[in-house]
């Protein structure tokens, strides 16, 4: 496979390494016919939702000029994975797990804003085709007419660790608390309010992961006409760090890139 992606940048051979064994490549399925007989694996799936906690994104746009109470109005929807060019190895990572369901490998190309509104930067993205199958994902993480809405229907089917590790990797860091001196693990999901964090803290991580957490209101946040303070997930205490981090530790090792994101803990 070539691995190149422009501007004399290719991604480190480790990422075919590891990857190579684990995830099962299939080919490409380019007509509508056999997308529609297509099925996630347990994997992708996991991963798809772990990460749509993150910064992953399913679409699922309206045909033009087709009725909204025709039951065929909507495209089947896709997925769009994204991140920064310096984790592009990340985004390879990903790729190779869902790599059956992708025409185009990733690339890399700078975004601007129309508006101003964030500097542009150079990302490495790519999006799947549109099958089916995704639609009881994209009924599942955007439940509210649409909008991306975390319910416990959602994490309820979280049951594997790389569902967890990629909610970490697209965005958790560890932080450094001065007063403590000492690295505390801060997760920031996007599109989130109070009540949501909430339902993660306490039935994703106590309830199923057995893992305490603290929040951390750090910042004021305006997203999608509302606006309002954005209170974090932490995790303080060396105990829970610690079973955070071997949950997490097997796939975040996959990714060079992101073994910043532990190695504090290590």
Known sequence: MDLSIGNNMTLPRI????????????????????RASVHLTELQEQLILGSTLGNMSIHHMKKQGVSINDGSSFYDPNVTVSHAVKNRDYVYWKYHI????VKTPPVCKLIQSVND??????QCSFTTLAYSCLLPLFDTCYSDGGKRK????????????????TLYMDCGLPHYNVKRELYEI?????RSWPEELDLVREYLFLDKLDIETGRAVVREQT???RSGTVNDIRITKKSEIEKFVDLIA?????????MRKIEPFL
Not at 15 to 34: H, L, M
Not at 98 to 101: D, K
């Open 15 to 34: 990422i075919e390494d590891n990857c190579a064994p684990r995830y099962v490549k299939r080919g490409i399925y380019s007509t509508q016919s056999e």
């Open 98 to 101: 869902l790599e059956n369901l």
């Open 117 to 122: 509104s964030f500097a542009p930067s150079t």
């Open 150 to 165: 975390i319910t416990r229907e959602w994490l309820k089917l979280l049951h594997d660790p790389i569902s967890i590790a």
């Open 186 to 190: 801060l997760i920031r999901l996007p």
């Open 223 to 225: 997203f999608a006409s």
């Open 250 to 258: 097997s796939d975040v090792e996959e990714v060079p890139s992101m």
